[in-house]
């Protein structure tokens, strides 16, 4: 019932997880003032990214627990389907010497659970084009029973 947006991360991540993390920080600013919206960061490496290390990395982007959620889950397997069957959203298993590879869309879900647009979370243009996206569908009269 929570128009919500998602976006893919792990900790460890040196490459646009951190740019990721701030987009979404500037846009839990942005999206302060409206009622029935949430913010969901799914890591995409379980194993590593424990509550714990999730609690630790929310705090530097000073994540609002109650606005902003850190998703995990008990196995990499299962998030990574997750992403990729529900969300629609690339991930390439680390493999080796290569690195995990995933998406870097900032997903908008409406409150029926419905994915309703996405946005390059690297571009700075996307924060501007989420916030729109999300009155929109704040602004839609609920679905009929």
């Not at 302060?32 to 949430?38: E, L, P, S, T």
């Not at 995990?100 to 979370?121: N, P, W």
Request: hydrophobic share 45%; charged share 25%.
């Amino acid at each position: 019932g929570t128009v919500w947006v998602a976006d893919f991360v792990f900790t460890r991540c040196s490459g646009p997880c951190p740019t990721l993390s701030a987009r979404m920080q500037a846009l839990q600013l942005a999206l302060a003032d409206m009622v029935g919206v949430k913010l969901v960061t799914f890591t995409l490496d379980p194993i590593n990214d424990t509550p714990a290390v999730l609690s630790d990395y929310a705090k530097r982007f000073h994540a609002d627990a109650v606005r902003w959620w850190f998703i995990t889950g008990d196995k990499e397997e299962v998030v990574q389907k997750f992403v990729v069957e529900g969300l629609k959203q690339t991930v390439i298993p680390a493999k080796g010497d290569d690195p995990l590879i995933h998406s870097q869309y900032l997903v908008i879900v409406d409150a029926q659970g419905r994915i309703r647009g996405a946005h390059d979370g690297l571009n700075a243009k996307s924060k501007a084009l989420v916030v729109r996206d999300v009155r929109k569908l704040l602004a839609e009269a609920p679905p009929a029973p």
